[in-house]
């Protein structure tokens, strides 16, 4: 199985600050059409997962732009650029390149 | 608005056996792959089952393959998960999520969940 390692497990920001979530898969996520398949998740407190990112880099419709998603073959990144009170909670990668589907640990967002 | 609806969880014994649905709505449901994804409590997300379109690409994790059967009723808008030989580490949140991507390669909605308890 394709092992999903995000880091810090745990992150405190100032409200204003940016943020930034590492994800690192054991395999490369480029499948053999070319198109690389990682997701992010966002899991507030008390709710259900919501999708930010596809695909690496594409935002969904929606969420807000201080939200971006960069990386490649095995290494990815999260970045929040101004965080937001909003945006406390746990966020989780995904890998879509491979069966069966993994998440990361998730990585704890608190605002200070 | 999409919409996907969990029911059917509670508090079973180890060795038990329940049936989770999700009723789908707001989207044309027979188009869609599906999936269950669970979270035990303070835990992370965990992929348990994925279908496809018309159920005949089935996926199961190892933790629940043989004892776990993911079904789909297109007419009804409807996706199950029917659970036997329920185990203590089975307790979770169990969530209905819809396939999205190339290859159902993501997920774009996920329900509220259902809870299931396993515990004597």
């Known amino acids: 199985d394709v092992v999903m390692t995000q880091s810090p497990l745990s992150l405190s920001v100032t409200l204003g600050q940016p943020a930034s979530i590492s994800c690192r898969s054991s395999?490369?996520?480029?499948?053999?059409?070319?198109?690389?398949?990682l997701s992010w998740f966002q899991q507030r407190p008390g709710q259900s997962p919501r999708r930010l990112i596809y695909?690496?880099?594409n935002r969904d419709s929606g969420v807000p732009d201080r939200f971006s998603g960069s990386g490649s073959g095995t290494d990815f990144t999260l970045k929040i650029s101004s965080v937001e009170a909003e945006d406390v909670g746990v966020y989780y990668c995904?890998?879509?390149?491979?069966?069966?589907?993994?998440f990361g640990q998730g990585t704890k967002v608190e605002v200070k | 608005e999409v919409q996907l609806v969990e029911s059917g969880g509670g508090l079973v014994q180890p060795g038990g056996s329940l049936r989770l649905s999700c009723a789908a709505s707001?989207?044309?449901?027979?188009?869609?792959?599906m999936y269950w994804v669970r979270q035990a409590p303070g835990k992370g997300l965990e992929w348990i089952s994925y279908?496809?379109?018309?159920?005949?690409?089935?996926y199961y994790s190892d933790s629940v393959k043989g004892r776990f059967t993911i079904s789909r009723d297109n007419a009804k808008n409807s996706l199950y998960l029917q659970m036997n030989s329920l185990r203590d580490e089975d307790t979770a949140m169990y969530y209905c999520?819809?396939?999205?991507?190339?290859?159902?390669?993501?997920?774009?909605?996920w329900g509220q969940g259902t809870l299931v308890t396993v515990s004597s």
């Open positions: 279908i496809s379109i018309s159920s005949s690409t089935i």
């Open positions: 707001g989207f044309t449901f027979s188009s869609y792959t």
């Open positions: 695909q690496v880099s």
């Open positions: 395999q490369s996520l480029v499948y053999s059409d070319g198109n690389t398949y």
């Open positions: 999520a819809r396939g999205a991507g190339d290859y159902d390669s993501s997920i774009d909605y």
């Open positions: 995904m890998q879509g390149a491979h069966w069966p589907r993994t």
